[in-house]
Every structure is written in C-alpha cells, then in structure tokens.
T-cell receptor, first 116, second 113 residues
Framework: GAGVSQSPSNKVTEKGKDVELRCDPI?????LYWYRQRLGQGLEFLIY????????KSGLPSDRFSAERTGESVSTLTIQRTQQEDSAVYLC??????????????FGPGTRLTVT | TQLLEQSPQFLSIQEGENLTVYCNSS?????LQWYRQEPGEGPVLLVT?????EVKKLKRLTFQFGDARKDSSLHITAAQPGDTGLYLC?????????????FGKGTHLIIQP
C-alpha cells in the first residue's frame, strides 16, 4: 500500500510570506505527527494528532506555526510570516497503535523549506 | 522531559570494520525503535525492541535493549557503504501519544569504500 506522502517536496519562499505544507498519512493510521529537522540535526517534535482528540501543540515553536487535520486523513502545517530560522525539513509521520508498548512511526519524505 | 543521548554523534570508518552506536537515557522506556535516514528521505524504521535484554538481528545489524530498558545499542558487523546514513533511536513510554516517543539527535555514520 501507499506510504506517507508529503507535498511539496521542496519550497522556497521569501521571508514574511506564509507557507502551507501537506501530509497524507497511511490509510487507517489514527495518529499523525509533524517534526522539524534542521540541517544535520535530529527530529524536533512539533505537533501530534490522535483521532478526534484535541491536538498536542506543545512542540510548536511560536504562534506563527499552526496545523490542522481533518478526521484521520490529510494534515496541513501552516507557517505564517516565515523567518529564515524556519528553514528546515518538515517531516510528517503516521502510526497505527499496536497496543500499549509500541509506537512505530512511518515517515514521509519531508518537505524541504528554504526561506530567503 | 525524557532525554535520549546518542553516541557517537559522528562516525566515519572503512568498509569491513565493525562499529557500535549507543542510545542512553536515565528514563525507562516501554519500547525503543531504531530508524535510519538517508539524505533527502524520511527516517525508515529498522527495528523495535520491547523486552529488557532483548536482542534482535537484522542481517549484519544487531540491536540490543538494556536490561533496565533505559538504553540500547546498535552493532554493525563488516560495515558496507550502503550502511551510510543517520541512525536515530526513539523511545516510547507507557503514556502514549506524542509524549510517548522521544527521539535522540542521531549518529551520522559514513562508511568509506
């Protein structure tokens, strides 16, 4: 079956503009995560959606960042008034809970955002 | 906040050599995953270890979960250039949700032919 897909794969934008990144999770996966990965770094958690529960926004770095998810399908991450420090790869992952002891995540290829 | 520390941060070795990378924490995890990420791609799950002391083998890769479920290691035998990549460990606690998965910063591995 299809994996997690993200679009666009690359986005170059001018400082101050808004951008919208899209994630299509694996069908049937109830949980969806957004991460940010700066060049050469590990993953920085941004936001988490689980079913119809309120999202965990604890990782969002500022109020310029927001995300939505429709049911258990597509999610969009929006960055308003982009800054150069927002340049990074934005990764989306989805997971199907396999019980209480395993949270295997399946990642998309990411969107590389460059703010000029 | 749970913290996973990976070491070494960078490792460059010759093809055919053996290596071990470590993932350590002061916290107990209900399970731990290892991912490999290649340039321009998202991380790909390699293995999940669940039981303290568990050892799993994936061809030339051997993964071990510490007895106390606080640490893990990845050992690669006879490394190949195709093993090059960023290796990430991620620990899950029993609480579920995003808090249940903590990523280390990764080990950048380069295998030179």
């Amino acid at each position: 079956g299809a994996g997690v897909s993200q679009s666009p794969s690359n986005k170059v934008t001018e400082k101050g503009k808004d951008v919208e990144l899209r994630c299509d999770p694996i069908s049937g996966h109830t949980a969806l995560y957004w991460y940010r990965q700066r060049l050469g770094q590990g993953l920085e958690f941004l936001i988490y959606f689980q079913g119809n529960s309120a999202p965990d926004k604890s990782g969002l770095p500022s109020d310029r960042f927001s995300a939505e998810r429709t049911g258990e399908s597509v999610s969009t991450l929006t960055i308003q008034r982009t800054q150069q420090e927002d340049s990074a790869v934005y990764l989306c992952a989805s997971t199907a809970y396999l019980g209480t002891r395993s949270y295997e995540q399946y990642f998309g290829p990411g969107t590389r955002l460059t703010v000029t | 906040t749970q913290l996973l520390e990976q070491s070494p941060q960078f490792l460059s070795i010759q093809e055919g050599e053996n290596l071990t990378v470590y993932c350590n924490s002061s916290s107990v995890f209900s399970s731990l995953q290892w991912y490999r990420q290649e340039p321009g791609e998202g991380p790909v799950l390699l293995v999940t270890v669940v039981t303290g002391g568990e050892v799993k083998k994936l061809k030339r890769l051997t993964f071990q979960f510490g007895d106390a479920r606080k640490d893990s290691s990845l050992h690669i035998t006879a490394a190949q250039p195709g093993d090059t990549g960023l290796y990430l460990c991620a620990g899950a606690d029993s609480g579920g949700g995003a808090d249940g998965l903590t990523f280390g910063k990764g080990t950048h591995l380069i295998i030179q032919p």
